[in-house]
């Protein structure tokens, strides 16, 4: 069975405001665009999280709701629940394939559904089929342009859509 599929999600942190970006493309293999408009891109814990996620959609869906969960029952302190997501996710045994690029008005992190927490050095991360892509795109407008963090994710995400079959142009953009 085909895994459903294709997304582009960007995270960039500048100035005191952080930015998730994410295009609306699932894709069924590596022929079939099902889907152009879904939002893969979210705010959670009264709209003080913000979660972008990507990989096999029942897995993206599944981690984002675990997550979710966490955030709820540490009151929305974002390392902490992410730890706690990780240690539950290691224990689980499950073959999870799924991202997700996690933000609050502080913290950056890029959870895996195989229980890794990674924090990025210079507040920029990707993931999905397009992430190296808009994460190239970030790093360079970054460090040779004075955009603002919005900005930024939303041009890194139109040169990701240029290149990329896997995403299209159909941008969620939320900044906390």
Not at 146 to 164: F, G, N, Q, R, T
Request: glycine share 10%; hydrophobic share 45%.
């Amino acid at each position: 069975m085909e895994q459903f599929r294709g997304t582009t999600i960007v995270a960039v942190k500048r100035n005191g405001k952080t930015v998730i970006a994410g295009d609306g493309q699932v894709t069924m293999g590596q022929q079939v665009v099902l889907k152009g408009t879904a939002h893969k891109v979210r705010r959670l814990f009264e709209g003080k999280v913000v979660v972008g996620f990507a990989g096999g959609t029942a897995d993206a869906f599944a981690i984002c709701e675990e997550f979710e969960k966490m955030l709820n029952k540490y009151s929305g302190s974002l390392m902490r629940s992410a730890v706690e997501f990780a240690r539950n996710s290691r224990g689980s045994g499950k073959n999870t394939e799924a991202l997700m690029i996690v933000a609050d008005k502080n913290t950056l992190l890029i959870l895996t559904g195989l229980g890794d927490v990674i924090e990025p050095d210079d507040g920029i991360c990707a993931i999905g089929s397009g992430g190296n892509y808009a994460l190239s795109a970030a790093k360079a407008l970054l460090r040779n342009t004075d955009l603002d963090a919005k900005e930024i994710a939303i041009k890194s995400m139109e040169i990701a859509s240029d290149i990329c079959i896997f995403t299209n142009s159909n941008f969620v953009v939320e900044e906390v």
